[in-house]
C-alpha cells in the first residue's frame, strides 16, 4: 500500500500544477505569428514601468515643496528654480501621470487580455465538442460549463492581478527599497525588508488558514440551500405529511452550521487585518523614528521626514490587498487547471490522418462481423453482421439492452467498433471524415431536443445556408407549416429551453423538417414515435414513411406496429441476431418475434379494454 502523501508533497504538487498553468497561459500572451499582440505587450509593459518610475520620482517633490516651505535643505540642480507652488504644482502632475500611465497600460492590454480569453474559451468549447460521448455521459453538462466559465475568469483574474497588481507592487517595493539605501541608509533598508518579510509571511500562512474556513463556510451555505430547495420543490409532500416544523428544524441546522463557520471567517478577518496593520505599523514607526533622530541631528530636513512616510504609505495601500490578491490568485490558478486538464483529456474518437471525405453513390449500410462494449467486461455486441442495401428500409427490434440503439450510435461514429467494421457504401467509417459522415446521416431520435430559439433557426439548423422558401416546404413535407402559421409569432415563435413549449408531436415534426431540410441519404429513426400517444404516433408515421421514400432507412422500434412495412426486420438479443424477416415471414415462424408482437398486442387491446 503506497503511503500517504504528506503536506510537502501537496505543496509541490499543488505548485507544480501552478508552474504548468502559467506555462500554459503564456502562449496566449505571446504568440507565434502575430507581431500586434507581442506589440502592445511590450507597450504595455513599459507604460506600467514609466508610471511606477513617476509614483516612486513623486515623493521628491512632495519633499522639495515641503522643504522650500520650511527653508531647508539643498534642491536637486533642476529644481532650484522651482518655488514651493511649482513644486506642489509638478507633484500633481506627477500623481496625474501614474494615473495616466496605469490607464494607458489597461488600455493597450485590454485587447491582448480578451484575444487571450476568447481563444481560450473558444479552444475549449471546441474541445469538448470533440471529444467522445463516453466522456460525455460520464460528465455533467452544468459542470462543463462552469469549468469554462472560472477557467477563463481565472485567466482573466491572473492576468490583471498578477501582472498589474503583484508584479507592480514587487517592482516599486524594489525601488523604494533601493531609494532607501542610496538616500538614507542601510538601517532604513534592513527594517523595510523585514517588515515586508514578516508581512508576507504573515499574510500567507493566515490566508492559507482562511481558505479552510472559508471552503467550510461555503459548504455549510450550499448544504443550507440545497435543504431549502429540496424542500420547497417538495412542498406537497411536506403539506401531506405535516413536516413543516421537521423541515424548518433541518434547514436551521444546516443554518447554524453556517452561521458557525461565518463567525470563524469574520473572526479570521479581523485577526488578518489587525495583523497587518500591526506589522506595516512597526515598520513605518520604525523608519519615522530613524526619521525623525535624522532631523534632530541635523543630517536630515523636515522634507526627508515626509518623504520617508510617504513611501511607506505608497507601499502600504497595495500591500493590503496582497491577502485577497494570494487568495484569488491561488483559486485562480485551480480553477484554470481543471480548464487545461480538460483541454489535455484525449478525444476517443478521432480522424485518421489525411482521411478523405465519405463518398455516397447509394448508401448502402453494412455491419461486419461486429464487436462492442462500452466496458471491455461487459461486451453489448457480439459479432452482429446485416446489409441494408442503398434505398431499403431495415428495422432494429429487440429487448432493452440487446444493442439496437448501439448499432446507431457506432453508424454515427459516437464510438469505434472493438472489432469487425462498419460500412458506407464499402467505406468503413474509421477511414473518413467525422463531418462528411455526420453530414451522410439523417436522425430523428424518440424525443427531439430544440435549441431555445426560435422554429425557424430550429428548422434552419438541419442546414443553415438553406433559404427562407426551402424551410418553410420542409415544415410543409413534414406537416407543421400550417401550425406554425397560425402562432402569433409564426416562424420566429421561440420553442423555449428544449423545446417545451411545443408539444410531443409538434418537437417531433420540427425535427422532422430539420432533417428532411438537411436531405441525407441515410436516415436513422431512433424510437421516433414511442413517446408519443397512440393517436400523434400514427399522424407522424404518415411523414416518416414518406421522408424514407428514395433514403436508406435504418429504423430502432419498440412498438413493433411502426414497422410492419420494413423491407427486413433484424430481431436482436443479448447481442446477437436471433432472428431476421419481412413481418410475415417472422409471424409464420412463430418465434421470438412472433411472441413480442402476440404480448403487445395483447397489452394494446387491454389498454383499449381498460
Known sequence: MSPRPTTAD????????????????????????????????????????????????????????????????????????????????????????????????????????????????????????????????????????????????????????????????????????????????????????????????????????RVKIRKEMNDQDTDANQKAIDSLLNF???????????????????????????????????????????????????????AAMGVQDGRLTVGDFVMVNAYMMQITMPLNFLGTVYREIRQSLVDMGQMFDLLEQPAEVKDKPGAPALKVEGGSVELRDVFFGYDASRPILKGVSLKVPAGASVALVGPSGSGKSTIGRLLFRFYDVNGGALLIDGQDVRDVTQVSLHAAIGVVPQDTVLFNDTIYYNIAYGRPDASRAE????????????FITRLPDGYETPVGERGLKLS??????????????????????????????????????????????????????????????????????????VERGRHEALLARGGRYAAMWQRQQAEEQEGEAA
Open 504 to 577: 410531443g408531436g409538434e418537437k417531433q415534426r420540427v425535427g422532422i423538417a430539420r432533417t428532411l431540410l438537411k436531405n441525407p441519404p441515410i436516415l436513422l429513426l431512433d424510437e421516433a414515435t414511442s413517446a408519443l400517444d397512440s393517436e400523434t404516433e400514427r399522424d407522424i408515421q404518415d411523414e416518416l414513411k414518406a421522408m424514407g421514400v428514395g433514403r436508406t432507412v435504418l429504423s430502432i422500434a419498440h412498438r413493433l406496429s411502426t414497422i410492419v412495412d420494413s423491407d427486413e426486420i433484424i430481431v436482436l438479443e443479448h447481442g446477437v441476431i
Open 236 to 290: 406537497e409532500t411536506v403539506k401531506y405529511f405535516g413536516a413543516e416544523a421537521r423541515e424548518a428544524a433541518r434547514y436551521d441546522r444546516a443554518m447554524a452550521g453556517y452561521e458557525a463557520a461565518a463567525i470563524k471567517t469574520n473572526y479570521s478577518l479581523a485577526f488578518l487585518n489587525f495583523g497587518q496593520s500591526f506589522l506595516i505599523t512597526l515598520g513605518l514607526i520604525g523608519v519615522m523614528v530613524l
Open 10 to 209: 501537496l505543496g509541490k504538487l499543488e505548485r507544480g500544477s501552478a508552474m504548468r498553468t502559467i506555462r500554459k497561459v503564456g502562449p496566449y500572451l505571446w504568440p507565434d505569428g502575430q507581431p500586434w499582440v507581442k506589440r502592445r505587450v511590450l507597450l504595455a509593459m513599459l507604460a506600467l514601468v514609466v508610471a511606477k518610475l513617476v509614483s516612486v520620482g513623486t515623493p521628491f517633490l512632495y519633499k522639495a515643496a515641503v522643504d522650500r516651505l520650511a527653508g531647508e535643505g539643498q534642491s536637486a540642480a533642476w529644481m532650484l528654480g522651482a518655488g514651493a507652488i511649482g513644486l506642489t504644482v509638478a507633484y500633481g502632475v506627477a500623481k496625474v501621470l501614474t494615473v495616466g500611465f496605469q490607464q494607458i497600460r489597461d488600455a493597450v492590454f485590454a485587447k491582448v487580455a480578451q484575444r487571450a480569453l476568447r481563444t481560450l474559451a473558444l479552444e475549449t468549447f471546441t474541445h469538448i465538442h470533440e471529444l467522445s460521448m463516453r466522456y460525455h455521459i460520464t460528465r455533467k453538462t452544468g459542470g462543463l460549463s462552469r469549468i469554462i466559465e472560472r477557467g477563463v475568469k481565472g485567466v482573466e483574474f491572473l492576468l490583471r492581478f498578477l501582472l498589474f497588481s503583484v508584479g507592480p507592487l514587487v517592482l516599486e517595493l524594489l525601488m523604494v527599497a533601493a531609494i532607501f539605501y542610496v538616500v538614507f541608509d542601510v538601517w532604513y533598508l534592513a527594517i523595510v525588508v523585514v517588515t515586508i518579510a514578516l508581512y508576507v509571511q504573515f499574510t500567507f500562512k493566515v490566508t492559507e488558514w
Open 471 to 482: 424551410v418553410e416546404a420542409a415544415a410543409k413535407a413534414a406537416k407543421i407549416h400550417e
